[in-house]
């Protein structure tokens, strides 16, 4: 604190007056038109006038750190003291982890109080004295100027980069190739895709697997009214190939009453009214198997494109612009259901080559 | 003459004790007791459910067949307290079980007598010895979670239905559940689905959204995973900061208020 501060010199009343700094500092006149009314005069705070005050403060900050200390040693005990796997109930987050709850505790309050009692310091009792400080030009002085050109010119001549052409050429030239390896490496965005994203792992004869089971589906099993995954015959989690083959081939098989069935597409590529579609919404591609039996209307959970399996799949809500692809099925002379061949067309989201 | 009745004695014994212990008495007292059932099951039926289900049973306008639906859809529906529903709407909730356990197995009871369906599983079923919660893990987020969200808590669907959270429903339940299909569920029967994968499933619900189930970090806010909770970190926690600064800096010092 500055002698400044010392309460009896520094009444509001007394001060008024008498420090230039305050009030207006220049007037308007033909060549400034505006006055600058400089600094609004100074008021005091309680702390300023008021020792008792000021102590008070003093003690609330002193309060504030002493119980960041506190805290912190609370977060060492609790990391000494705590088991790592002890749960406790606490109203309302539930159960949780006692170790990570005190330590969350105790560092944030340790934190907290730190941040607290450095604002209380500084608005209560830390000089709040108005002071105008002005910037300097950003010219450099004419002196300085010389002196960098006179620099830059000796510099320039030692190089000697005007009489050895050979080195100027082939730094040029060094310069010129040197960006396009980084062009070259655009070439790892391609190749194009080809054919791929037309072409999924089904094809004709090929069984649908059950995913929970690993079984190929019998159509006895597929009930009216259930909702079951497949992929393709010979496609397992562990190849390497999976997850790209999967993408593309995800099946999503429902029962329908046959009468209940309106497209009449869908009917003949279906098998007693068991029908497999594509589970890759055909928007951005998530995985989309939100079925509800009733109504037969699949939901998209990211932009809540709706399709109606009872009528080819198509989009009744959404930004979906194509229905969901249908698989024709049929059963083997063992009863197991087997594609009839490849999606008609494009599974998934629409490219620019799709048409 | 003392062995006579000696014979005559072993013999009445042998006789009453086939007539105590006879399997066909026994089967007789079984039927008997499951037709009293299906009687007392058919009288609940027709004061609780039939004015929308019909008087046998076939369904109306108001309600479905409830032909073949078996006595495990019974068990759900009346158990969790959705049936008897209190008003049409988009998804019946479930709310207080109206009936007794008893009152329930004779309404289910009578049920599955009018066309045979799924009965209610037994606690060997849907209990949780020999159940691989790691593969029902899987098994969830192949089959459930797209409505009922990665640990069971539920999501939206169409028109104001929606999935429920699964935490409270009581294993039974949820076995019951995925082999009837309820509402718009669709049904996930033995033959695509065996009693292992439920059972595995189960164990899976009751690790990760069981009553005494763990949050290492509490408030998971529907178990969303971490975008939700940074989305709430930055709006809210940001958001209590900025507030915090701005009242701080709000509030003046000053002796003289202004």
Known sequence: MSSQDIPEENLPAEHSAGHNEHGAVTVADDKNPFADPGLPPHEHRVQDIDERAAKRSERVVAMLFTVSMLATVGFIASYVAIPHDKSIFVFPIGHINALNFALGLTLGLALFAIGAGAVHWARTLMSDEEIADERHPIEAPPEVKAKVMADFKQGAKESALGRRKLIRNTMFGALALFPLSGVMLLRDLGPLPGTKLRHTLWSKGKLLVNVNTNEPLRASDVAVGSLTFAKPEGLEETDENFQTEIAKAALMIVRLQPENIKDKQELDWSYQGIVAYSKICTHVGCPISLYEQQTHHVLCPCHQSTFDLSDGARVIFGPAGHALPQLRIGVNDQGYLEALGDFEEPVGPAFWERG | ?258
């Open chain 2, 1 to 258: 003459m003392a062995a006579l009745v000696v014979l005559l004695l072993a013999l009445a014994c042998t006789g009453g004790l086939y007539a105590v212990f006879a399997p066909a008495s026994k089967a007789q007292a079984d039927e008997t007791a499951q037709s009293l059932a299906i009687d007392e099951g058919k009288k609940l039926f027709s004061v609780g459910c039939a004015s929308c289900h019909g008087t046998g049973g076939q369904g109306t306008s108001d309600g479905p067949s409830l032909v073949g639906v078996g006595s495990a859809a019974v068990d759900f529906q009346v158990g969790t307290g959705r049936m008897p529903a209190q008003q049409p709407g988009a998804q019946v909730p479930k709310k207080k079980v109206i009936y007794t356990q008893a009152e329930i197995d004779q309404l289910a009871a009578y049920v599955s007598s009018l066309g045979a369906g799924p009965s209610v599983p037994t606690k060997a079923e849907y209990g949780p010895d020999g159940a691989d919660i790691a593969k029902g893990g899987e098994l969830f987020r192949t089959n459930c979670a797209q409505c009922h969200n990665f640990v069971g808590k539920g999501g939206a669907l169409t028109h104001g239905k929606f999935a429920p959270d699964l935490s409270g429903v009581a294993p039974k339940h949820i076995y019951e559940a995925m082999q009837t299909g309820p509402q718009n569920m669709p049904s996930f029967p033995d033959t695509t689905m065996t009693q292992q994968n439920k059972k595995d499933i189960i164990a899976y619900l009751n690790a990760v959204n069981g009553d005494n189930t763990e949050s290492p970090g509490g408030l998971e806010l529907g178990g969303l995973g971490p975008v939700s909770e940074g989305l709430f970190a930055w709006i809210f926690g940001l958001g209590a900061l900025i507030a915090v600064a701005v009242w701080v800096a709000a509030r003046t010092a000053k002796a003289k208020k202004s």
